[in-house]
């Protein structure tokens, strides 16, 4: 078999139909080409599965529920060297079928896409939000940070070379498959190549599976958890420089530089603030290294890995130090015959070199649990 094409389903008796003859219409124009279609039925209580096989294609029933689930038990039942897939909804443009399999192997890729972006979108096919804001700023985040060139981070219309898709360990059973089906092509350098499509309005009577903002939100955290070096370096940064800063303040107190006095009390709280954003940022890293097969800094390794006793006798000092600040600002106020104090600047900074590293240690014992459930 050359090309299984699938189609995840849940419901769609009153579009599967026209789908399934469109895509059989078109590849058959290759007389040379063995094709098959499958359905990944995840759960229809209408007659999308009867219609299906009606028509020839072959059902696959998929109890775990979601679009990704559906597309990946479809995929994994495909006999074709290559996998297509589309949603069954009669949005894609479905005669571009035999197009994006003959790009999609003659450029010799792993992943060919058919970019609804560089295409013609149909008037109401596609929600303004989404057309200018969503899946363009998804495609340059993915860009960005995982080296591609493409246009349609979300296009579910994709032609795959069996043997790499199945070499990537696609897990997600949600809308954020396509996401990752990007994002590990991209990692493990697979060749992927575009064709322009387009989109067309769904019936109208069809009820919509995709939830803007629920969905766009699964998007983003899969992007994002995908790179945990982001969060790694850009908070080790700031918690750094930050403590940089804030240090020499502590040497040097509050400094007029002309009409501008720099390192009083404001800008060592927003120095603090920005610490402890740090902090929470590297520590977001390395909890992603718990899942991410990504090699981190040398000395997030370490850290991950350090000796329980170690983070034991690290967490008692931090208390220690925390309680000798809290008793000597309360001595200060006895002497002081509990009146003001004037001990701010000398405070934030005693707040800083304890708090921060108290909530990377606290944060690091979470990752010691998350790394030992894990094991």
């Known amino acids: 078999m050359d090309l299984t094409f699938v189609f995840p ?26 094709f098959e279609i499958v359905v990944g039925d995840n ?5 999308s599965r009867e219609i299906a096989e009606s028509l020839g294609a072959r059902v696959v029933p998929v109890t775990e529920r979601g679009y990704g689930a559906a597309l990946r038990g479809g995929i994994d039942a495909a006999q074709g060297a290559y996998v297509m897939f589309a949603d069954a909804d009669g949005t894609y443009f479905y005669e571009d079928a035999l197009e994006l399999y003959r790009r999609t192997v003659s450029a010799d890729a792993d ?54 898709y199945e070499s990537w360990d696609i897990r997600a059973s949600g809308m954020e498959f396509a996401s990752e089906l990007l994002i590990k092509a991209l990692k493990h350098h697979a060749r992927c190549v575009e064709i322009p499509s387009g989109l067309r309005p769904p019936p ?8 803007t903002w629920r969905d766009g939100m699964r998007h983003l955290l899969f992007i994002l958890s995908e790179r945990p070096r982001l969060f790694e370096v850009k908070g080790l940064f700031m918690v750094l420089f930050a ?22 009390v404001h800008s060592q709280t927003l120095l603090l603030l920005a610490a ?28 991950i ?39 701010a600047n000398e405070l934030i900074v005693w707040a800083h070199f304890l708090c921060v590293p108290a909530i990377g240690a606290l944060g690091l014992l979470g990752v010691h649990i998350l790394r030992k459930a894990r094991q």
């Open 243 to 264: 403590s940089l800063l804030q240090a020499i303040a502590g040497v040097t107190g509050p400094v007029a530089v002309g009409q501008i006095h720099i390192f009083d």
């Open 111 to 164: 992943m060919g896409i058919a970019s609804r972006l560089i295409g013609k979108i149909e008037p109401g096919a596609m929600p303004t939000l989404h057309r200018y804001l969503g899946t363009p700023v998804l495609t340059w985040l993915i860009n960005r940070l995982f080296g591609g060139v493409l246009t349609d981070c979300n296009s579910g219309f994709r032609c795959l070379r069996r043997t790499a």
């Open 305 to 343: 890995q350090m000796n329980e006793g170690t983070l034991f006798f690290l967490l008692l000092s931090l208390l220690v130090g925390i309680g000798a600040v809290v008793l000597w600002i309360v001595a200060q106020w006895v002497l002081h015959r509990f009146s003001g104090l004037n001990h």
């Open 276 to 303: 402890v954003i740090g902090a929470q940022l590297y520590l977001f890293g390395c909890m992603l290294y718990l899942q991410s097969r990504d090699e981190p800094l040398r000395v997030t390794r370490r850290l």
């Open 9 to 34: 389903c849940l419901n769609e008796e009153r579009c599967i139909a026209g789908c399934i003859e469109r895509v059989q219409r078109t590849l058959s124009a290759d007389p040379a080409l063995k």
């Open 204 to 211: 109208v009577e069809r009820q919509p599976h995709l939830r």
């Open 43 to 47: 759960g229809s209580t209408d007659r």
